[in-house]
């Protein structure tokens, strides 16, 4: 009868058993002394079962016993999914070992639930390796929540957990924020200050020619191919429209617009700072106007890399760039002395500036 019966003892018929109250105690002693013939993964699910029942004894016994079996076939039981969830439970509310609960986060047999559990009244060694699986607080941000809760969290994983939901969870609310904001505001942008462009851009009906042609950068990216092709349907009124309260994407595409109209849209569109205005000053396939806009406007020509990008711009009209060159630096007016590329008139007034500030020095 014992030998028949003996092939059919797993973990998943003998911990029944002693949830049942089968067993007499001296039973329980001796399996958990880890005298059962079961293959080991049976036997660490019944002794990690042991490990956390009410007797202390056999408590104790059930978790020395665990200790003793072979590190590394823990550790493959811990990653191992396809192991029942349950004798992985077992295993999760008794280890300590970090190794085995790294395997034991990282198995995707055991729950989220389980590891909430687990951040909640993990000790310190234990805390830092779940605060160091993002995938898990990406997946389940209660993890985080229940990590920070606990107890006895140390300083240190405490530090790391709050940057951990800086990065990830209130910074991207932030942003989200700060995205609905800024549709807001651009939902409410009146279009008074382009009334002039939006009249005279009425009278030009139809698209008046292809969008700007796409750089490598932008060739491969799906928004602004997108894009591109929304503008061959517009019209001039509509890309107005589109450039003035267009995002940065937008902008900085339509700022290249060969109507001028469009352009000078992106120009007064509110949200253009002034990094962009000084990408868009050392450009060479924007239109001549939307250059003089930018020297004209004081408060972006002020700014000396704005001032230095647009002397340096072969497109710049020369009444913008004269003004400007007075303010160049020795290095810059050495540049472009020698540079070709802009008029002879930029070129002599930056050599003779280049020249008398040298002799001075």
Request: net charge neutral; glycine share 4%.
């Amino acid at each position: 009868m014992t030998s028949h019966a003996q092939p059919e003892l797993s973990a998943a018929s003998i911990i029944p058993l002693i949830e049942a109250g089968t067993y007499q105690r001296e039973v329980l002693l001796t399996i958990a002394r880890g005298f059962l013939p079961l293959p080991q993964e049976d036997l660490i699910a019944v002794l990690a079962y042991l490990a956390a029942v009410s007797d202390p004894e056999v408590t104790a016994l059930a978790r020395t016993s665990l200790a003793d079996i072979p590190s590394r076939i823990v550790v493959a039981f811990a990653g191992n999914d396809r192991i029942p969830h349950e004798h992985l439970q077992f295993l999760l509310r008794v280890s300590a070992d970090p190794i085995v609960l790294q395997g034991l986060i990282r198995n995707r047999s055991v729950s989220d639930a389980d590891i909430v559990d687990l951040a909640r009244r993990a000790e310190a060694g234990v805390q830092e390796v779940v605060v160091i699986n993002q995938i898990r607080i990406l997946r389940e941000p209660q993890i985080l929540d229940a990590l920070l809760e606990n107890p006895n969290l140390t300083p240190d994983v405490r530090r790391r957990a709050l940057e951990v939901r800086e990065e990830f969870f209130e910074k991207k609310v932030r942003i989200a924020e700060q995205q609905a904001a800024a549709e807001a505001e651009r939902e409410d942008l009146s279009f008074d200050a382009i009334a002039d462009l939006l009249e005279r851009a009425e009278q030009e009906v139809a698209p008046d020619v292809a969008p700007p042609a796409l750089n490598e950068v932008e060739a491969k990216d799906h928004n602004s191919r997108s894009l591109w092709s929304q503008l061959q349907f517009m019209t001039v009124a509509e890309k107005v429209q589109l450039a003035f309260k267009g995002d940065k994407m937008i902008r900085m595409f339509l700022v290249r617009e060969r109507n001028r109209l469009v352009a000078q849209a992106a120009m007064r569109n509110p949200r253009m700072n002034e990094t962009e205005v000084e990408q868009v000053a050392g450009m060479r396939n924007v239109d001549e106007e939307v250059l003089r806009i930018i020297g004209m406007k004081r408060d972006w020509a002020a700014k000396y890399p704005i001032a230095a990008a647009l002397s340096k711009n072969p497109k710049t009209p020369v009444g913008v760039v004269l003004p400007l060159i007075n303010r160049l630096t020795l290095r810059d007016l050495k540049g472009l002395k020698d540079d070709k590329g802009v008029s002879d008139v930029v070129r002599s007034m930056a050599k003779r500036l280049y020249l008398a500030r040298s002799q001075k020095s």
